[in-house]
């Protein structure tokens, strides 16, 4: 069965960094893109970023473009999300997932399956 675990999450002061890893079991990460997510608490879920299979192509929504990095790693079968400079908006419940298809469609969460629990990202002073 497809699984995948995010971890990395906690609290951090604004402009403060963390680092998300979403690590699969059960299946290979290189065959899929993998999005990640947040909800903030009322909102909805919503895309952040994305990796093609092979890590040649990242997408970033613009409120986090230039502050969060994705990245692969493909010994260790896990996604990174680099977040620096954090700010209270990023506060939210972070999940990872996979696509279904061959392309990265952030704003369609349809596209994407087996999703993780979440791991909390609270940025606060």
């Known amino acids: 069965q497809l699984q995948l675990v995010e971890s990395g999450g906690g609290l951090v002061q604004p402009g403060g960094s963390l680092r998300l890893s979403c690590a699969a079991s059960?299946?290979?990460?290189?065959?899929?893109?993998i999005g990640w997510f947040r909800q903030a608490p009322g909102k909805e879920r919503e895309g952040i970023s994305c990796i093609s299979s092979n890590g040649g192509s990242t997408k970033y929504v613009d409120s986090v473009k230039g502050r969060f990095t994705i990245a692969r790693d493909s010994a260790k079968n896990t996604v990174y999300l680099q977040m620096n400079d954090l700010k209270p908006e990023d506060t939210a419940i972070y999940y990872c997932?996979?696509?279904?298809?061959?392309?990265?469609?952030?704003?369609?969460?349809?596209?994407?399956?087996?999703w993780g629990q979440g791991t909390q990202v609270t940025v606060s002073s």
């Open positions: 997932a996979a696509g279904l298809f061959r392309s990265c469609v952030l704003a369609d969460l349809r596209t994407f399956g087996s």
């Open positions: 059960g299946f290979t990460l290189d065959y899929y893109y």
